[in-house]
């Protein structure tokens, strides 16, 4: 570049690899990297931690994170919305809505399914059927399908009996050669299959034990883990007053660690507030769902762990067990040798028989199909007593919630609405935020201190240092902006002049950041 002879020469090959670092993403990787890091539910602190040390489901986070960076040409997700709390699910369907590739999800959740499917591919009794749409298209699509073909099954019944019977009269007599074309017909006609609905679980959740008015009461209370002799309290959050009535529904949101399970737990009475309190009202028996599979005996067989529960009559347990698709031999598999989805019905054939009129649900959809999941929330819809769920299920909490309790932060907020409201009311409160004058002080700011006429100066020039950086930092990020644009416009001698400034203007900032950590140290 120096050398005028060869500078025009230069500077030419200069912009075209400029210009394709930008396209590339050259500017602006790290902050893609931060954006999708944050969105799949990692923090700061976590992003240089070493893989060894994650846990499995953050393994599979920090995957997602990995392949949506790449952006291949046909992205497959099983089940991305596993491991993700309801922010991280919200910003995959933003994330995935944009996505210019094309890509094949499996996933239970029919809200996300709602977001980011253009097609369906329902794969039942053997076969695939396509569907055009989102998972509410798919529904309706798929019924009046199946109305179609049982019409035309219906249809093509009626005309074989119509051929059976015309050949049976007239097979021996003056028509003959009729009864006999008839025949030859029914021979070679290609017979339709009765259509197939899929089988689904049939539970029953029945009480006639009547709680009082008021189920649950408190004035407010912290909830945690105490330390013991030698460790400090771990308060995880602290709830404001609220009161849960007779037949009231609550769906507990807050990202994953912040106490959800904590909470049910101590409504159980397994782990004592910090401080506070709530009284249960009168007649009120608890039934509970946890999460995982930590309440199942993997040694027992599926039968012996139901009559654990209530020493039923043989016969009755194995037809209950039936309703929830355990059927012939089925009720002799070892809970061991059981899926993810077996587990989830046998824990909610056990809670039938609990006959609880308050129920404390923990990831109940969790490894549920779909199916399973609708039939779930008819019956929770008409269960007479009250409910607490703990779930990620969009569809699910829509269709039940008449409260909203969320952990945020080191609170609990309480909801007295549905989800549709609730949505409405977190909008209103981002809205409100923005408008609100921001009270954070200045970043990097070292207050004048009183003393020598040295450490005056030092500290004047250290603010002198701030303001520039201020000015470089917001240079930077107008360079950006102009440096997209002259790309997408193809100017590629906009683009070197602006990627040189922008280099310039980049190291600048790092000596000055470099000069105030030395002035700030000193002081």
């Not at 709830?239 to 037949?247: D, H, I, Q, W």
């Not at 054939?349 to 009129?357: E, G, M, R, S």
């Not at 949505?423 to 004058?437: F, G, S, T, V, Y």
């Not at 450490?455 to 201020?470: D, G, L, S, T």
Request: charged share 30%; no cysteine; hydrophobic share 40%.
């Amino acid at each position: 570049m120096a050398d005028p002879r060869e500078r025009d020469e230069v500077m030419e090959r200069y912009g075209e690899l400029q210009a394709r670092f930008e396209l590339l993403g050259g500017y602006e990787y790290p902050h893609k990297i931060e954006q999708v890091l944050l969105g799949v539910g990692f923090s700061h602190e976590e992003f240089s931690m070493p893989l060894r040390l994650l846990s499995g489901g953050q393994k599979t986070r920090a995957l997602l994170a990995r392949l949506l960076l790449q952006q291949p040409d046909l992205l497959l997700l099983d089940e991305p919305t596993n491991h993700l709390d309801l922010a991280s699910i919200e910003w995959l369907e933003e994330h995935l809505a944009q996505w210019p590739g094309t890509f094949i999800v499996v996933a239970h959740d029919r809200f996300f399914l709602d977001k980011v499917a253009t097609r369906v591919w329902e794969l039942s009794f053997g076969r695939v059927e396509t569907y055009r749409g989102n998972y509410s298209q798919y529904l309706e699509q798929r019924a009046q399908r199946y109305e179609q073909r049982m019409a035309e099954y219906q249809a093509q019944q009626e005309e074989i009996e119509r051929l059976e019977d015309y050949i049976r009269r007239y097979k021996a007599s003056e028509r003959t050669r009729q009864a006999r074309a008839r025949e030859h017909r029914l021979a070679h006609m290609e017979r339709l299959d009765r259509p197939e609905r899929l089988r689904a679980m049939s539970l029953r959740l029945q009480t006639d034990l009547r709680s009082g008015d008021l189920v649950l009461v408190s004035e407010g209370m912290t909830v945690g883990y105490r330390g013991g002799e030698s460790a400090r309290d771990k308060a995880l959050f602290a709830s404001p007053a609220f009161v849960l009535r007779r037949g009231e529904k609550v769906a507990i949101l807050g990202p994953n660690g912040s106490g959800k399970t904590t909470l049910l737990r101590t409504i159980l009475g397994e782990i004592p507030p910090l401080a506070g309190g709530f009284q249960v009202g009168a007649n009120v028996k608890m039934g509970y769902f946890a999460q995982g599979h930590a309440d199942l005996n993997e040694d027992k067989t599926v039968l012996d762990e139901l009559l654990d529960v209530r020493n039923v009559p043989l016969q009755e347990a194995r037809n209950l067990l039936g309703r929830f698709l355990f059927s012939g031999d089925d009720v002799f598999k070892k809970v061991g040798d059981l899926s993810g989805g077996e587990r989830a019905r046998l824990k909610l054939a056990k809670l039938t028989l609990v006959d609880a009129n308050f129920l404390l649900l923990d990831e109940p959809t969790s490894h549920l199909d779909v199916l399973s999941r609708e039939v779930l929330e008819d019956v929770l819809l008409n269960f007479a007593g009250t409910l607490i769920v703990v779930t990620h299920d969009r569809y699910f909490i829509s269709a039940l919630a008449t409260q909203i309790w969320v952990l945020d932060g080191e609170r609990m907020r309480v909801y007295p609405f549905g989800y549709t409201e609730y949505l409405e009311a977190r909008e209103r409160e981002r809205k409100q935020a923005k408008e609100r004058p921001s009270t954070a002080p200045p970043p990097r700011r070292i207050r004048r201190p009183d003393g020598s006429a040295q450490a005056r100066k030092m500290a004047e020039r250290a603010q002198q240092i701030e303001q520039e950086i201020q000015a470089l930092e917001a240079r930077l990020k107008d360079l950006e902006e102009e440096i997209v644009r002259a790309s997408e416009a193809q100017d590629v001698q906009a683009v070197s002049r602006l990627g040189e400034e922008y280099r310039e203007v980049e190291d600048a900032l790092r000596r000055r950041l470099e000069e105030w950590t030395t002035t700030a140290a000193q002081l």
